[in-house]
């Protein structure tokens, strides 16, 4: 059964940083490509940032320069480094993996004070 679960969400003023986790267990047959999205307050779930297989990154241009996303294929993980946060990127994290099929975990709570 494949599982994503992300963590390392929490409360941090304006201008913090933190660093989110995902860790997928399971078997999974041509991963092409991991990503992160979010849930902002009266928004729809938005597309941050994403790795291909091939370890080639995007990003949003709200995030560009402040966030980061690695991966450590050892540990089945996938990071999303966030600084100089803003009020604006207070939601729900989620990092969703694309293969034959699409799995999405639970997602992690930031907020982010003013």
């Known amino acids: 059964q494949v599982q994503l679960v992300e963590s390392g969400g929490g409360l941090v003023q304006a201008g913090g940083s933190l660093r989110l986790s995902c860790v997928v267990s399971?078997?999974?047959?041509?991963?092409?490509?991991m990503a992160w999205y979010r849930q902002t307050p009266g928004k729809q779930r938005e597309w941050i940032t994403s790795?291909?297989?091939?370890?080639?990154?995007s990003y949003e241009d709200f995030v560009k320069g402040r966030f980061t996303i690695s991966r450590d294929d050892a540990k089945n993980t996938l990071y999303l480094q966030m600084n100089s946060l803003k009020f604006d990127d207070t939601g729900v994290y989620y990092c969703?993996?694309?293969?034959?099929?699409?799995?999405w975990g639970q997602g992690t709570q930031v907020t982010v004070s003013s």
């Open positions: 399971g078997i999974i047959d041509n991963i092409h490509t």
């Open positions: 969703p993996l694309f293969s034959t099929l699409n799995y």
């Open positions: 790795i291909t297989r091939a370890g080639d990154v």
